[in-house]
């Protein structure tokens, strides 16, 4: 019996999963441990909890604030899309605690969207990189970290619970959230944290109430950590996120004749088991992620039937890291099942779903070729197998590959250089347009490349660093038509990142710089170019931060400047520079965490401005239709823990 080409895949791939933790096992005695210096990923930015905190974040937007590289637009939660360097978030590979999030489910609205509270750090890899990074990560990848209950618990504390309510003006709204952590013996300690937050509509920067932005978000998350033995670990954990409200049938437009309210419901709910095994063996790093997400949006107009679309997810990825003398050596498996499905009670006869499986095999290589020289390269081999809403088969296979260099001129100064190259076959389609839009017949598989070469300085209190890249997304997929899905043409972005870091006893100072311009075969990416990306200004990230522990106060401020940008599609003539300033004080009445109290203002000055990753023009009237950014608001949360 000849097996399917995904199950030959599937088989193989576990099969080297296996052999390389074998080979782990019989070589374990004679390794020689060396230290790797340099990195095998020096792009990877980084947001941590306490930024978060310290500007009382609510969404994807208040995230990546002082992250210049990446964009997020669309005036409020439900309507904000990411753009890492320019291309949207649909061709980055975003995954949370490991598990991927995948599918693309309606053009007027994000892709994700996750509750801060909830998250312990976010891990940005911006254009195609790694091996590990996952399948189809044309232009980089984004990982959600969540908080485990050992991150909470105190040493020797045996349970906790930590309250915040705020209030959030502009939009007279507000927030409130509970962590209950504990231990259950000294094996298991348990994690449940939910999260509240209900906004009236939102108010740009010249008073003007936008209607049909209110929000109810409901988040959760439960997580449960049990160490098997000393050197196993297993992590289950369930997160939910519920948003509804009545929205404008396009979200991230003004409300109009021609874009009616209706009520809305977006649901997301990731279920994720991870193991992790790591004994007193070099060679011998294993984790194990085996997850399932369900993802949807519902509209339902006044008087009418309820009618939306989502994408259901079920994956795993296994991979082992092994230290071999010189070299870092990570070996692994990953494969996920995608289904998109259209809602629609009232249809008859079969819904238009659509299906896609896609396994990969990837190894990936750091290599300490002496004490200032470290090399890393890498390749994954990934086969997409696509059946879509009307019976077409869409079968895609390739290898890519990566290969880079670190130099450490000294102590303080390294250089680097890397490329890398990413493949993604067919994938399901936007999943609202499953009941009426088809896939070209000869739609082909996106090929990315990414070369960058960059330098990291750091001594004492300074750090300071730039990258410069050239990156390709050959046969970018977007609609060719009104009802078709292709390639759509071929998509490069010159760009172009730099940051500074000084800090001095108890003040903190950061600036962050990217410039890139992004085009679709010659021509700028306009806010037309739905799936692909857009065109932002030169964008410009400060920060500065002072603590002044007699007083048990921590003050901050920082502010983005991103600059008016000429050159774009014949409808817009040009997107308007903006600067934005956000501050906070946070003070500690006891002088201990167990009680905090936070004021941030965001958007200090009452700018009102429309951000440059959100769609802004109608194609036929030439008019401003994008939704604005809020004014100002004043946030004030109260914390507890005991």
Known sequence: ???????????????????????????????????????????????????????????????????????????????????????????????????????????????????????????????????????????????????????????????GMLLKAGYYDNADGYKVSANAFGRVNDNISVL?????????????????????????IDSGLFKVVGHITPDQTVRLSHEIRNDDGRRNVRPHFISAGWNQDNQQQSRRKTTNVQYELTPNNPNVNV???????DAYITQQPDGEAEYGAGVESFGYDLR?????????????????????????????????DEELDVIGVYVQDEFALNAKTTLHAGVRYDHYDLDDNIGQNFSHSGFSPNVGVDYAVNDALTLRAG?????????????????????????????????????????????????????????????????????AGDVKVKGISAYLGYRLDNTEFNLGYSHNRPELDGEPLDDGNMGIGTSIGD????????????????????????????????????????????????????????????????????????NHASYGVSTSSGNIIGLPEPGRDIRLTLATRF
Do not use: C
């Open 539 to 610: 964008t410009l990230t400060a920060s500065l931060t002072h603590e002044m522990p007699a007083l048990n106060l921590e003050l901050g401020w920082s502010t983005e400047l991103v600059k008016r940008l000429t050159r774009l599609d014949a409808e817009r003539a040009e997107k308007p520079g903006y600067g934005v300033h956000d501050v906070y004080a946070k003070w500690l009445p006891t002088g201990s965490e167990d009680l905090s109290l936070t004021l941030t203002v965001k958007n200090l000055f009452d700018k009102q401005y429309l």
């Open 1 to 159: 019996m000849t097996l399917p080409t995904h199950q030959r895949l599937l088989y193989l791939a576990i099969a080297t999963a296996v052999a390389s933790t074998a080979h782990a096992d019989s070589n374990a005695v004679n390794a020689e441990k060396v230290t790797v210096t340099g990195s095998a990923n020096p792009a990877e930015q980084q947001v941590e909890q306490v930024t978060l905190e310290r500007y009382q974040a609510t969404d994807l937007e208040d995230i990546f604030r002082q992250t210049p590289e990446v964009s997020v637009g669309g005036g409020f939660s439900t309507a904000q899309k990411v753009y890492v360097r320019g291309v949207e978030d649909i061709n980055l590979n975003i995954s949370v605690d490991g598990a991927q999030q995948a599918g693309y489910m309606f053009h007027h609205q994000g892709q994700l969207n996750i509750e801060p509270e909830l998250i312990k750090r976010v891990e940005v890899n911006a254009g195609a990189g790694l091996a590990t990074d996952g399948p189809g990560a044309l232009g980089g990848a984004i990982r959600f970290i969540t908080k485990d209950p050992e991150d909470l618990l105190r040493d020797g504390e045996k349970a």
């Open 320 to 352: 082992n890291t092994m230290d071999l003398g010189q070299h870092r050596v990570t070996v692994g498996t990953d494969y996920r099942n995608d289904t998109g499905y259209y809602i629609n009670p009232e249809a008859d006869g079969p819904q238009l």
């Open 287 to 293: 984790r194990a992620n085996v997850y399932h997400t």
């Open 419 to 487: 490329y890398a190259q990413a493949l993604r076959g067919a994938n399901v389609k936007e999943a609202f347009l499953l009941n009426w839009a088809t896939n070209d017949p000869n739609r082909k598989a996106e090929e990315a490349e990414n070369f960058e070469v960059g330098f990291d300085y750091q001594m004492d209190a300074l750090s300071f660093g730039s990258t410069a890249y050239v990156m390709s997304i050959d046969n970018a997929i977007s609609r060719i038509s009104r009802s078709v899905v292709g390639n």
């Open 192 to 216: 449940a944290a939910l999260t509240r937050q209900d906004t009236d509509n939102i108010v740009d920067g010249r008073g003007n109430e936008l209607t049909n932005t209110k929000s109810e």
